[in-house]
């Protein structure tokens, strides 16, 4: 008996690379559940109140250097 799994997973990865992207993409969507309708809100909040901190002196802020130098130090600890 054929293994539709098998069968599907061939066809898409026979196809072209932007629609591969769009199967994946729909695919993971699919697995997300229900949209958290105060998801918005609540990101836009958390922006304002980082932004507020920033603007406040109570955090500071790292240049791009910083960061990626900090990533790139972790990567060899591991």
């Known amino acids: 008996m054929a293994d539709p799994t ?3 997973t061939s066809a898409a990865l ?5 629609e591969r992207l769009a199967l994946a993409t729909r695919l993971l969507d699919s697995l997300q559940g229900p ?3 105060d998801a918005d809100a609540a ?14 002196g ?5 240049s791009t250097d910083e960061v990626l130098g900090a990533a790139r130090a972790a990567i060899k600890r591991k």
């Open 14 to 18: 026979a196809l072209p690379e932007g």
């Open 6 to 8: 098998q069968d599907i």
């Open 35 to 37: 949209e958290d309708p």
């Open 58 to 62: 109570r955090v500071a802020t790292l």
């Open 43 to 56: 990101w836009l909040a958390e922006a304002v109140r980082r932004i507020r901190e920033v603007n406040e």
